[in-house]
């Protein structure tokens, strides 16, 4: 089956730049071999189009070749498009080698469905949550109320985030950073005074909750005895048995996460504001036709810093083409290295204009599940126990890579905060000052305080 798919692709090189005619053939080829294909495919998977023809010219070609035009990917750029198979049978597979043929078009692949990993850290009896969980003492940060065990865990002493905050007089103001995940929750009080609407492009609609993808109109009250409970694949999260019942199984794996990742950035950037660009399912999943247009989304509405807190094996033309165009709008990108615990490349983490993240145990040494590698890692930060803001106005712990990713999105405002006119490179030579820990870990583990002095040393000095 996979030799009749190549085989016909060969027989369609040879109409490249042929008239509608000869381009009409491709359509009728496809047809015959549309039963053919029918039980590879399973269900149409679409196809995403760079195109210099618009989208009119675009629908005309697909008309001819067994496909239509769905949505608009890259927003004002314009040129790239979803495109769905018509015809019965017909896998994308095929559909991208023959749209790859026709001129006016740049590049067609077949769309990605995408997983946000699970940690595999949480799955073991020995990571009981920290201490910091139950540390409930109020606190004022920057305005708004949080809980002691937020703003003084391990990991904030790490990083050096409170030298640097008071060093250089920063905290993320006038920046926006970006977070590409399965959205927030909006009413979470520490997160609310800074999210700004967002857009959920798992239902094309605007605002980024992840709250509309659980059926319950109201949690139970926060349980204040009970022991903190491992909802879902990724968090600890403390809240009451009946609240974590009600988060608990497949269609929930990943519900929480982007509130989470989230609580993260506002830790290190308090006054940043957040746009929650919800691109996942609560289960995790994602398509990266979505991703893409979340990427295009925050460049098109000033997002200075996109955060990336999940990664793919399979490399991708247009998801590099997007973040070499965020990129070329002076917008930073970070993106986590994975949790396979091996050295591999990822993506957007192995991109060029890229600061991919491994994480990091609390004694300095790569965590056992993190990605390793210099491809792939330009930093580390502390991955492990992090204590950050869950849904239900309550806190979470989480281990992986996807919340160390957050930890360099947030030094990133906090850099552009100091140095507004900086661009990618200038902010990756500032975070690359970290201290070294050991081969395949890229410059070393983050220390935002030495990322701040590399930028103004004086002002350091004279504090």
Known sequence: ????????????????????????????????????????????????????????????????????????????????????????????????????????????????????????????????????????????????????????????????????????????????????????????????????????????????????????????????????????????????????????????????????????????????QILPLKAFHADGTGNLSDILRAIYFAVQNNANVINMSFDITQSSTELANAINYADGQNVFCTASSGNDGEEEVVYPAGLQHVMGVASTNNEDQRSTFSNYGDQVVWVAAPGEGIITTYPFATYAAGWGTSFSSPFVAGTSSLVLTMQPSDNQTQASWAVAHAKWIGPNMGYGRLNIYWSLFALNPLQGLLQ
């Open 1 to 272: 089956m996979r030799r009749l798919t190549w085989v016909f692709i060969l027989i369609a090189v040879g109409l490249r730049g042929q008239t509608a005619a000869a381009q009409g053939l491709v359509g009728n080829l496809v047809s015959d071999l549309g039963q053919v294909v029918t039980d590879v495919a399973g269900q149409p998977q679409g196809v995403i189009v760079r195109t210099t023809l618009g989208p009119a010219g675009l629908q005309t070609v697909c008309e001819q070749n067994g496909c239509t035009v769905t949505e608009n990917i890259d927003g004002s750029e314009n040129m790239v498009f979803l495109v769905q198979p018509t015809q019965e049978g017909l896998v994308a597979e095929v559909l991208a080698g023959v749209l790859s043929l026709v001129d006016g078009i740049v590049d067609a692949e077949p769309d990605q469905t995408l997983q946000i990993p699970p940690s595999p850290a949480t799955q073991t009896a020995s990571n009981t949550p920290p201490a910091g969980l139950w540390d409930n003492t109020p606190v004022n940060y920057y305005g708004t109320t949080v809980i002691q065990g937020y703003v003084d865990q391990p990991a904030v002493q790490i990083v050096q985030l409170s030298q640097a905050q008071n060093t250089f007089n920063v905290s993320g103001t006038g920046t926006i950073v970006a977070d590409i995940d399965t959205g927030v929750d909006p009413n979470h009080p520490v997160l609310k005074p800074i999210l700004l609407l967002g857009y959920d492009f798992t239902r094309n609609q605007p605002g980024g909750s992840e709250m509309n993808d659980i059926s319950m109109s109201s949690p139970p009250p926060p349980c204040e005895t009970c022991d903190p409970a491992f909802v879902n694949q990724h968090t600890a999260a403390m809240v009451d048995q009946h609240t974590a019942a009600m988060v608990d199984g497949s269609q929930y794996a990943a519900f929480g996460h982007g509130t989470m990742v989230a609580g993260v950035i506002h830790l290190v950037a308090p006054t940043a």
